[in-house]
């Protein structure tokens, strides 16, 4: 049972470069979500998605953007990478938006901008 | 604001029962109030979810005030590996559900 995959696991990256964080879940489910958690803190949303080609902000976009070709796939794009954006960053997914069902929640990837 | 309010942490003895406290006045009739967990070192996982009435599942119960500001997670005997934060969370009429900071939940042996 995959579930919800997220790659990589970790990643060190110097400031100003870019990456992609993967996320792909398997179970069909038309929303996904982005998280970041800093050390102590909750989880904050940083973008959402209601199904393929549709995607909204949330609480914390800046910095971020994301695109939802598939189903199944969701990818967090940092663009010019800050030392603020040092986190654990969780994907997440649901078949009825998080209102009504259970969110799916992957391992999380930790990543560290120096 | 609309946001669910907890105590920042809680201790508890093993093989008691457990009752974490949630604060969420300004609620809408129709939000559900949902209940995660997350365990050193992991993802957030889901515990329970309601609307109204008392909700009960293998892993814990659910207690939802009549006036529905308020709701109480039931661990009924706590283990060890119950030693988690706790969120509690509602989605205030949208798509999406916001995490505040949690309930940092510490077992006694």
Request: net charge neutral; aromatic share 10%; glycine share 8%.
């Amino acid at each position: 049972n995959a579930g919800v995959t997220q790659t990589p696991k970790f990643r060190i990256l110097k400031i100003g470069q870019s990456m992609t964080l993967q996320c792909t879940q398997d179970m069909n489910h038309n929303y996904m979500y982005w998280y970041r958690q800093d050390p102590g803190m909750g989880l904050k949303l940083i973008y959402y998605s209601v199904g393929a080609g549709i995607t909204d902000k949330g609480e914390v976009p800046n910095g971020y953007n994301v695109s939802r070709s598939t189903t199944e796939d969701f990818p967090l794009r940092l663009e010019l990478a800050a030392p603020s954006q040092t986190s654990v960053y969780f994907c997440a997914s649901s078949n009825s938006g998080g209102t009504l069902g259970e969110l799916f929640f992957g391992e999380g990837s930790r990543l560290t901008v120096l | 604001d609309a946001k669910t309010t907890q105590p920042n942490s809680m201790e508890s003895n093993e093989e008691e029962p457990v009752h974490l406290p949630c604060n969420h006045s300004t609620i809408s009739g129709t939000d559900y109030i949902h209940w995660y967990r997350q365990l050193p070192s992991q993802g957030p996982e889901y515990v329970i979810h309601g609307l109204t009435s008392n909700v009960n599942n293998r892993m814990a119960s659910l207690a939802i005030a009549e006036d529905r500001k308020s709701s109480t997670l039931i661990l009924h005997r706590a283990t060890l590996r119950d030693a988690a934060v706790y969120y509690c969370i509602s989605n205030f009429g949208n798509e999406k559900l916001t995490f505040g900071t949690g309930t940092r939940l510490t077992i006694i042996p």
